[in-house]
C-alpha cells in the first residue's frame, strides 16, 4: 500500500516515469512546453499586431485628406495589412494550438478534469479566435481595397470600420476571453497545478474583462499579459516533469486513482 501511494503521489505531482511505451505517443511534458511556446507566440504576434495598427492609423479625428493621403501611401497601408492579414490570422492559429495543447496537458496533469471546464476552454477558444478574425479583417478592409482593387478611399468608411473592428476585439472578443481566464483559473484552484495566487488574479482579471466595455488600447494588453504570464508559470512546472510521462498514461493512471478513491 505504501508503494502504491508513492506511486499516485509521484503522478499527482507530475513526475512519475512512464513504461516502454509507443515512441509516438505524445508526453505530457511536450503538451506542456507547446502549450507555452503557443501562449507566447500569440501573446507577442497579437500585442505586435495591434501596436502597428493603433500607432500607425489615422486617429478618429483626423481629416478626410488624412486618411486619403494615408491610404494612398503604400509603405502606411502595407504596415496595415501586414498586421491585419498576416499578424492577426496567425495569432489565431497559434492560439488554437495553445488551447488543444492546453487541454491534452490537463488531461495528463489534473485528476479531476471537470468535462464542462475542459469544454469551456475549447468552445470560448474557437469563439475567441472567430472574433479575433472579424477584427482584423474589418481593421485592415480599407487598407485591402486600396492595395488589391486599387480603388478609391472614401473616408467616412475608412473611419468606420477600424473601430467597427477595435469594438470587436475589446469588447466581444475579450468577453470570450474572460471565460477562458474564468475557466483556467478555476481548473487551478480547484486541483493545485496553478498557484492560489495566480487563480484569485485570474478571477480579478476575468471580471475585468467581462464587464468592462471600453474602447481603450490599455484594455487588448490584460488578456496577452495573463497568458503570457501564465505560458512562464506552465515552462517552470514544465521542465520537472520527466520527458518519459506519456499523456495516456498519465491520464489513465489518474482515473484509474480516482475510481480507487
Known amino acids: 500500500m505504501d508503494a502504491e501511494r508513492a506511486e499516485i503521489d509521484a503522478l499527482e505531482a507530475g513526475m512519475m516515469p512512464a513504461g516502454d511505451e509507443a515512441a509516438s505517443s505524445i508526453h505530457v511534458r511536450h503538451a506542456a512546453m ?27 479625428d483626423a481629416s478626410d485628406s488624412e486618411y486619403i493621403a494615408f491610404y494612398q501611401d503604400p509603405d502606411q497601408r502595407r ?15 497559434a492560439f488554437i494550438w495553445f488551447t488543444v495543447s492546453l487541454r491534452m496537458w490537463l488531461t495528463g496533469s489534473v485528476r479531476r478534469l471537470t468535462p464542462l471546464l475542459s469544454n469551456l476552454l475549447l468552445v470560448c477558444g474557437i469563439i475567441y479566435v472567430g472574433l479575433l478574425f472579424c477584427a482584423g479583417a474589418a481593421m485592415s478592409v480599407s487598407a485591402a481595397t486600396s492595395e488589391f482593387a486599387s480603388g478609391d478611399v472614401e473616408p467616412a468608411v475608412a473611419r ?15 468577453r470570450m476571453a474572460a471565460m477562458t481566464v474564468f ?37 487588448v494588453v490584460l488578456f496577452p499579459a495573463w497568458v503570457f504570464l501564465f505560458c512562464v508559470i506552465l515552462i517552470d ?3 520537472r516533469i520527466p520527458k518519459s510521462l506519456e499523456l495516456e498514461r498519465a491520464a489513465s493512471e489518474r482515473r484509474g486513482t480516482s475510481i480507487g478513491a
Open 34 to 60: 507547446m502549450t507555452a511556446a503557443m501562449g507566447i507566440v500569440h501573446s507577442v504576434l497579437l500585442l505586435l499586431a495591434y501596436w502597428l495598427i493603433a500607432s500607425r492609423a489615422p486617429k478618429l
Open 160 to 174: 468606420l470600420f477600424p473601430q467597427y473592428g477595435t469594438a470587436i476585439l475589446l469588447v466581444f472578443a475579450m
Open 79 to 93: 504596415i496595415i495589412l501586414l498586421a491585419g492579414l498576416y499578424l492577426i490570422p496567425f495569432a489565431g492559429i
Open 237 to 239: 512546472k514544465a521542465r
Open 183 to 219: 475557466a483556467m483559473s478555476n481548473i487551478g484552484r480547484t486541483s493545485g497545478i496553478l498557484p492560489k495566487w495566480f487563480s484569485y488574479l485570474g478571477y480579478l482579471l476575468g471580471a475585468a474583462l467581462l464587464l468592462t466595455a471600453s474602447l481603450s488600447s490599455y484594455l
